[in-house]
């Protein structure tokens, strides 16, 4: 009996050890820039103004920069425009960022940059001053894997 454990017993540690392997390790794309990042409304404001197919380089701060290229600027409904922006500076990471006028004809944002293989991404945050900010988060709490192996 005791043979038989010891063999089992090396075969989970062995059906283990090759699932930790399996894992992809997701690289950090936004590991040199800060948790936090100030945004003007302005700048925001400025995106909605970007042509499909053209290069764009938004300057959120002087440290932080998105350039890319413009995939879509489509208003959706009469109170809802939303601008897609790809940029292979960062591995082909997507900026997602919606404007939308409220019924009291104020404005709202909300956004994410985001790429599901990399560890961590941004998003738009508002708080109770009506300002703005980039918060930083990690994908994997976000984004379910539905990748089969």
Known sequence: MKPLSKI?????????????????TKPRLFGQFPEV????????????????????????????HFEGIVLSNELK???????????????NAIFQVSRLTNADNSISY????????????????KDNKDNYRFQ??????ILQDCSYQ
């Open 37 to 64: 990042i100030d945004l003007s409304k302005t700048t925001l404001q400025q995106t909605f103004s970007a042509i499909p197919g053209n290069n764009i380089n938004i300057a959120f701060n002087d440290q932080f």
């Open 77 to 91: 409904y009469s109170n809802l425009q939303s601008v897609l922006i790809r940029s292979a500076a960062f591995g």
């Open 110 to 125: 909300v956004g994410r940059i985001i790429n599901p293989d990399a560890q961590d991404g941004y998003e738009i945050k």
């Open 136 to 141: 930083k988060f990690e994908t994997d709490r």
């Open 8 to 24: 089992l017993l090396l075969l989970m540690l062995s059906l283990s050890t090759m699932a930790v392997s399996a894992q992809k």
